[in-house]
């Protein structure tokens, strides 16, 4: 399975390997994503960010919530933790703050992170808390069907709303910069160099950053809505995305087929939670606070 | 000489064909080929053209093709 075929006119050296396997566990590839589904693609972003950081890994950890895009909590080759749905962020918060010199990366889907889990998002934002949040944003609940999120846009057709969707939806680089976010970015899977960059900026960001990835869900999400597979999704994203760094998020809702606008939003430096906490506590103990120890020895 | 190689896992490979759409240099092509899975994979079909690059390898969801440049 994992070797490589050779029928390519030239020489290939023996030592050669894809540089996201050491981040991957290979025995469970192949993987249960869809032809066509971009959150193989993001993972590939992440691993690169990874690798360019020279984060050490031992001290990175992954947390996702249910769904297809939970999975990577399942793929990744790191100390990983694959929660119950929504309750990645909660779950993140309090790994990060019993061991604090691990760097928490929370990788799930909108769903996940928005319906289920929305009030864990705006209030780990307002604390500042030192996660790096990655989200997937498919439009969709895809691993139960395609159903309607928070996220679907205006008309699409959903497995619930099989007359189109008309309650308004969520412009999540906007719900992250008003609930506090340091950091907001958005991509699409078509970005891999810049998400990949993204990525790295958020790994030496302190505070509560935010990615969100546009990415396709041909299966559940664009079938029903006549919009191809995963290859259209990408020369979709190519051909309406607009870079636009700065942008006022507000300006940044997505429509079912319009504009595309990516870039970094947000990057400001705020207190985070344990430096607030730690100040607070300093103020009012004075030598008498003292730091619990429950670092753990893994 | 090619500046860099490409290396594809065919049976890992689901036939999306985002590293033939994406590659800079048009060196692949989705080959007409199944594999065990029923699945067209991706062929070198201008080799002496990959600059190594690993676009190809960003792009694949599947992680089964990537590049590299040759170590001069
Ligand atoms: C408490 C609970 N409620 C509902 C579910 C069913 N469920 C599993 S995944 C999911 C939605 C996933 O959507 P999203 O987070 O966007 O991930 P995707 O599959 O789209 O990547 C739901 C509703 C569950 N597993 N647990
Ligand atoms: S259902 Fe959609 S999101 Fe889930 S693996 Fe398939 S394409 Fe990807
Ligand atoms: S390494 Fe770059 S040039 Fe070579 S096949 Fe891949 S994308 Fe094309
Ligand atoms: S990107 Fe990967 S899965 Fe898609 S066609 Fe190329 S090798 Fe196959
Ligand atoms: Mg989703």
């Known amino acids: 399975m994992n070797q490589v075929t050779l029928e390519i006119p030239y020489e290939i050296p023996v030592d050669a390997h894809n540089p996201v396997e050491p981040f991957l566990r290979m025995d469970r590839m192949p993987h249960i994503w869809c032809p066509g589904c971009g959150i193989g693609t993001t993972v590939n972003c992440f691993t690169r960010a990874l690798l360019d950081s020279k984060a050490n890994l031992d001290k990175v950890a992954v947390v996702s919530g249910i769904g297809c895009t939970g999975r990577v909590a399942g793929y990744a080759n790191l100390d990983s933790f694959h929660t119950t749905h929504g309750r990645a962020l909660p779950f993140a918060t309090g790994l990060k703050l019993a061991n604090p010199e691990l760097q928490v990366v929370v990788y799930s889907g909108d769903g996940d992170l928005f319906a289920i889990g929305g009030n864990h998002f705006i209030h780990a934002a307002r604390r500042n808390m030192d996660l790096k949040v990655i989200c997937v944003n498919n439009l969709t609940y895809a691993m139960t069907g395609g159903q309607t999120a928070p996220t679907t846009p205006d008309h699409v057709i959903s497995a619930t709303s099989p007359y189109g969707v008309f309650e308004p939806s969520f412009n999540l680089v906007a719900l992250a910069e008003a609930a506090g976010a340091s950091y907001v970015a958005r991509w699409t899977t078509y970005h891999v160099k810049q998400l990949s960059r993204s990525m790295e900026e958020v790994l030496s960001k302190k505070g509560f950053c935010f990615i969100e990835v546009l990415s396709p869900c041909p299966t559940l999400y664009q079938r029903r809505n006549k919009m191809g597979d995963g290859l259209d999704a990408m020369k979709f994203y190519k051909q309406v995305s607009k870079i636009r760094h700065g942008a006022p998020t507000s300006e940044c809702a997505l429509t079912k087929s319009g504009e595309i606008v990516v870039g970094k939003f947000v990057d400001r430096d705020r207190p985070d939670y344990l430096e607030l906490l730690r100040g607070q506590m300093t103020e009012s103990l004075g030598d008498r606070y003292a730091e619990p120890e429950v670092s753990c020895s893994c | ?72």
């Open chain 2, 1 to 72: 000489m090619a500046k860099g190689f490409v290396a594809i896992t065919v049976e890992r490979c689901k036939g999306c064909g985002f590293c033939v759409e994406f590659c800079p240099t048009h060196v692949l092509a989705l080959s007409s080929a199944f594999n065990s899975k029923g699945y067209h994979a991706p062929h070198v079909v201008a080799g002496e053209k990959c600059s190594g690059c690993d676009l190809c390898g960003m792009y694949c969801p599947d992680f089964a093709i990537f590049g590299a440049r040759y170590a001069r």
